[in-house]
């Protein structure tokens, strides 16, 4: 139907009105995701800077002073805080200077990553009332990078005398200085270890684990303070790292798979070990470890591998490789101990649960402080098997007697090998 001239001029008129209408109104605003969103959609985006990015979190200006008697706990805790609590690379600065410290608990999970940066020394209180375990807990962390050339002194020599554990098998346990707990993805790198009250460094339950050219000290003499020990984790390496304590510069206990350790430094102390195994029950299977290019030095072990005869559970230690390994006056240059038993608190009668098999030690060499330079102590009840001993050739230094091999229910093969250890 067709419309006259003023109607199309009417109409034409309210148009314009309803445009100016609505070009005055402002445009209404697109609904906050996430917020009265029945669909479910995802939150609104922070703003840019207001979270997330790298940051730091400097000790030193949270109150901690590096006079080495101010307590500097809180500070330490609240840096953690701070560094944990943010997205991103965040990092946690110990500047130079000596700072003391009570127990400290850095617990994840994280918002981003954290490097702990340790320029300065960190003390550990003597005052062992404060301790209800350890001295530095870091758990449940991915992405987590310990570095400097700081140290974690954890000023053993002071309580040493409280450890009662060769008098007494269920012993107080003083605080281990640098506990890993849950940790993956992990690096600890450069740092001093230094005296620790008991481990100086005790890893569990962690996965992907880099340990590299850090050092750890304590006396010759000093009771239970085991370099590195390993529980219940796999892919750790520990490489160009230097040791000498009172225990085991390594111990690598149930529970561990794929361990790798090169270019280690070790002595004085009692070895690099796998075990004890078979003390406590549910104890789980020991496999792929692999130490090579090491060195020791007038330890009191060289490589060993140690097992209760009472064991209280079934575990397997298998595929343990040792090659390149350099001896120096070493008393127990090669040894497997399946009698293990500290303290006396064994039974013989026992019926031995542990199996150790495929075993190699490869390109052993050097010097014995003991005629004894390769001991295979196996269980009658469950042999060793799978044993190789490849071009072993350590000799014993000493006078009257003559370097010699000891293998009791073992079972393998020796070659090219010093004519007295050819003993398998």
Request: charged share 20%; hydrophobic share 30%.
């Amino acid at each position: 139907m067709a419309l006259g001239s003023n109607a199309m001029r009417v109409i034409f008129l309210l148009a314009m009105v309803v445009c100016a209408a609505h070009a005055g109104k402002p445009a209404p605003k697109e609904k906050e995701k996430g917020k009265d969103d029945k669909s479910g959609g995802a939150p609104a985006e922070a703003p840019s800077g207001s979270a997330g990015g790298s940051g730091s979190s400097d000790i030193s200006k949270l109150g901690a002073k590096g006079d080495g008697k101010t307590d500097s706990t809180k500070a330490l805790n609240d840096a953690w805080s701070a560094a944990c609590g943010k997205e991103g690379a965040q990092t946690l600065m110990i500047p130079k200077g000596d700072y003391l410290a009570g127990p400290l608990n850095f617990s994840g999970p994280c918002k981003g990553s954290v490097t702990i940066q340790l320029d300065g020394n960190l003390l550990g209180t003597t005052d062992l009332s404060q301790y209800k375990g350890n001295w530095i807990e870091i758990e449940h962390v991915d992405n987590l990078v310990i570095t400097g050339k700081g140290t974690l002194d954890g000023q053993g020599k002071q309580v040493w005398d409280n450890n009662k554990c060769a008098q007494k098998y269920d012993c107080k346990i003083l605080p281990n200085s640098l506990v890993l707990d849950y940790v993956n993805n992990g690096t600890v790198s450069g740092i001093t270890l230094l005296n620790a009250k008991f481990f100086h460094m005790n890893i569990f339950q962690c996965k992907d684990m880099t340990i590299k050219d850090v050092t750890v000290t304590a006396p010759g003499d000093s009771p239970n303070t085991d370099g590195i020990h390993i529980g219940d984790s796999s892919k750790v390496t520990i490489t160009g790292t230097t040791i000498g304590v009172g225990d085991d510069c390594i111990s690598i206990g149930p529970g561990s798979t794929g361990i790798n350790i090169t270019g280690v430094t070790c002595g004085p102390g009692h070895g690099i070990s796998v075990g004890s195994l078979g003390r406590y029950k549910d104890e789980k299977d020991v496999t792929d470890i692999n130490v090579k290019d090491c060195t020791l030095k007038k330890t009191s072990n060289g490589v060993r591998i140690k097992s209760y005869e009472d064991a209280a559970c079934v575990v397997t230690a298998s595929k343990l490789h040792y090659e390149n390994i350099a001896m120096e006056d070493v008393a127990n240059p090669i040894i497997i101990d399946m009698k293990y038993c500290p303290n006396k608190i064994c039974t013989a009668k026992g019926d031995s649960k542990v199996t150790i098999k495929d075993v190699t030690f490869k390109n052993i060499t050097g010097t014995s402080s003991t005629p004894e330079a390769v001991s295979l102590l196996c269980s009658d009840k469950i042999p060793c098997s799978g044993v190789t001993m490849d071009n072993i050739k350590v000799e014993y230094k000493g006078t009257n007697n003559k370097t010699m091999a000891v293998c009791n229910n073992a079972k393998g093969s020796s070659t090219g090998c010093l004519k007295e250890l050819a003993c398998l």
